[in-house]
């Protein structure tokens, strides 16, 4: 079945690069993506990646994809202390269902 | 500005009474989900709908009912069939125009029942 797994929690200091890991079942899934929430609000995307690509940048994410491991990651350059959020990769089941599989999200904590 | 209200924030029940949980969109977007979130958890699906008078039962749906009587409302009842109803719920809403159309998150309800 479908299944989207992260680590629970990460820590970094202030200026340092995050990286959250993910990996994910479904091997014919077409979209990827990866949302923040931060505490007590709704989930935010932040950007999301086509499984035929293996990198996407935008300012200071980048998101790497590989589809042979099934692993996805989100690295966050120059983190600041606003980058501090749950984050949570998800993928689209191709069931045409509209359905989206989430992971259990990863907690970011950054120290200043 | 476009987006998802979900009201209330904060919502108290007392065990036994059924409750509703309010979503209303202005993106017209045609399809519509609820989430439930625990802490450590990730999202687990209650109900989506992908059309105005139909609706598919979620992972999770026992225990809840939904209606989508309305393109922009999609209404979440709680009932008292819920073993463990306290959680923080989350609504959203996603266009069907395109396969990659991301969701749209509201800001949440919690509801605690006591």
């Known amino acids: 079945g479908e299944d989207v797994e992260q680590s629970l929690f990460l820590s970094v200091r202030e200026g340092d690069s995050s990286v959250i890991n993910c990996t994910y079942t479904d091997s014919s899934s077409t979209y990827l993506y990866w949302y923040k929430q931060e505490p007590g609000a709704g989930l935010q995307l932040l950007t999301y990646?086509?499984?035929?690509?293996d990198m996407k940048q935008d300012q200071r994410l980048t998101v790497l994809l590989n589809k042979k491991d099934k692993h996805l990651s989100l690295r966050i350059a120059d983190t600041q202390t606003g980058d501090s959020a749950i984050y949570f990769c998800?993928?689209?089941?191709?069931?045409?269902?509209?359905?989206?599989?989430f992971g259990t999200g990863t907690r970011l904590k950054v120290l200043a | 500005d476009g987006g998802i209200t979900q009201s209330p924030k904060y919502l108290f029940r007392k065990e036994g009474q059924n409750v509703t949980l309010s979503c209303e969109q202005n993106?017209?977007?045609?399809?519509m989900y609820w989430y439930r979130q625990d802490p450590g958890q990730g999202l687990r699906l209650i109900y989506y709908s992908q059309i105005v008078n139909d609706f598919q039962k979620g992972d999770i749906a026992e225990g809840y009912s939904v209606s989508r009587e309305k393109k922009e409302s999609f209404p979440l009842t709680v009932t008292s069939a819920q073993k463990n109803p306290t959680a923080f719920y989350l609504c959203?809403?996603?266009?069907?125009?395109?396969?990659?159309?991301?969701?749209?998150f509201g800001n949440g309800t919690r509801l605690t029942v006591t």
């Open positions: 993106l017209n977007h045609d399809a």
């Open positions: 998800a993928e689209i089941a191709t069931s045409g269902t509209y359905k989206y599989i």
């Open positions: 959203a809403s996603s266009s069907r125009e395109s396969y990659n159309s991301p969701l749209h």
């Open positions: 990646i086509f499984s035929n690509m």
